[in-house]
């Protein structure tokens, strides 16, 4: 094997540094890089973890989950955490959507996939609909616990995610729709760690 001279390995050495330099720039700019969690996201997802109406939110899918947003680490309390989180769900459903109209270009007109896959487009656009008015009771009274307590907001949270749930009902046993099965199962557990981080405004707590 041929051995590189000195100035050659000294010339690669430098390449490769620029290179790594200008990838990390790029992914800080873009905010690639995960953000640290802070207190408020590790107590959050502990929370959440530990609730038995989500089982299958687990402290790692939550932590994750937040830290993909680098608006996480800025969050000044859970109600700032809850509209992040919800953004990020509503950019899942979004992502949904736009494969559901793709689907429907291709669908058989007349045919169950059609009907389907058109109930669906619906379905996520009543569910953005919906958390933009769970959004609005939060910035509108985010300082106010007990007013988010009358307001329900896990009862709003709940509806979005009964309104997606509708989707993947529609979408059983229709051929050619197993991907998007999976994305809205996928959904549904991004749904159920909402549902879990909204718990504190429970009127029944």
Known sequence: MAIMPPTSIFFSVIVFM?????????????????PKATSLVVEACK?????????????????????????????KDLPGLVL???????????DASVTVKKMLRNAKKGTV???????CELQYENV???????????????????????????????????????????????PGTE???????RLRILFNLNAALVVPYDVRD
């Open 18 to 34: 620029l290179l790594s330099n200008a990838i990390t720039t790029q992914a800080g700019g873009s905010g690639g890089g995960k």
């Open 47 to 75: 929370n959440a973890s530990g609730e038995t109406q989500a089982p299958n939110v687990t402290k790692e899918f939550c932590l994750s989950t937040l830290q993909s947003d680098k608006r996480s680490a800025e969050a």
């Open 113 to 119: 996939a059609m009907y389907a896959l058109s109930i």
């Open 128 to 174: 953005v609909s919906t958390l933009n008015i769970c959004q609005a009771m939060i910035k509108d009274h985010q300082g106010d616990k007990g007013i988010l307590h009358s307001l329900r907001l896990p009862h709003c949270v709940d509806i979005a995610g009964d309104t997606s749930n509708e989707c993947q009902t529609d979408l059983e046993d229709v």
């Open 84 to 94: 992040v989180s919800i953004d990020i769900l509503k950019g899942r459903v979004t």
């Open 179 to 185: 991907a998007l099965q999976t994305d809205n199962e």
